[in-house]
């Protein structure tokens, strides 16, 4: 297809509650889309970097520039483009995964309508429906946390996977185990808050039977990495490190991690997302659906790639109402905490323009 024009949509969409890690506290979602304008079509993508690079060393306007100034030229000047072809095309632009999984969704999204065919259908869905867990922030106080958790309880959710950080880990977790029973699925997430020194201290959250403690140590270190899978039963899982399949099967292989939580904004798109799940399948290592507090946009091709046979743990994959009191598409709701695999075609979803333009921070960015 001919990529006509590319648009850089800006957002700022308020949180229900906020949101904290272990790397600060969040109360609103600056939201980056894409849509590319084509001679078939248009489409859309979400870039789900944070609006400061305190997730990873993406950020908003970052993506923005690269976006401007790199990936949207390099589509314009092609005379045909396909969403298969993309990360070729831009190969020349190093890292900037999450400007480019935007751009390629948007690609994608587009081919898709024309052909009439959901994403969940193009990735290889097994499912009509995805087992749906919730993040839930470190807290003010236990209280505060254990009424936040029993209201998700409420909602159907099944799998409570809670924030930790040092000072903030132990006695948390004991109180939501206690609360919600022994066979209740429980996790925890330290995005990259501990270090060697706390390998010891990590080990006493094997008392509380977790799926798994995600990413305890930075992005670079496997190595810690491997040292904590030796020395704790609680299986190992990484998230920010996992930057490509490369890196999986690197990881995989030398025992640092046994259960990978796939984002596709992180690694560049669906497309690498899909070939992470299918390296996962052949290594016997589970996998399941991470989530950047997307929009519906970029809900709806989480929930089409969690539908994949591999994703057998409930994702970060939540109802639009654990974040946004309205969302930019028909909102994501929880039944028997289950979200729909959209069937229609592309991602499924459309996005509200009117409230693209009340949401909006600044004018569209349109480039030819
Ligand atoms: C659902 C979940 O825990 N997501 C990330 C962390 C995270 C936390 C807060 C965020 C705020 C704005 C944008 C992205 C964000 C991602 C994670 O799994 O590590
Ligand atoms: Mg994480």
Redesign the pocket.
Known sequence: MKVTAVELHLLAMPLVRP?E?SFGR?TA?TVLLVRVRTDVGDGWGEC?A?ADPV?SSEYVAGAEAVLRDYLAPAVLHADEVTAEGFAGLVSFVIGHRMAKAALETALLDAELRTAERSFGDYFGAVRDEVDCGV?VGVAPSIPELLDEVAGYVDEGYRRI?L?IKPGWDIEPVREVRELLGPDALLQV?A?TAYDAADIRHLRLLDAYELLLI??PFVEEDIATHIQLAREIETPVCL??SILGVGVAVDAIERHATSII?IKAGRVGGYLEAVRIHDACAELGVPVWC????ETGVGRAANVALAALENFTLPG?TSASRRYFAEDLTEPFELVDGRLRVPTAPGSGVTVREELLRAWAVRAPVILT
Do not use: A, H, P
């Open positions: 949101f890690t969040q979602r789900v944070m997730y993040s996977k924030k997430d995005n995600e990413q998230d920010e939580n991470g989530g950047m507090l970060d």
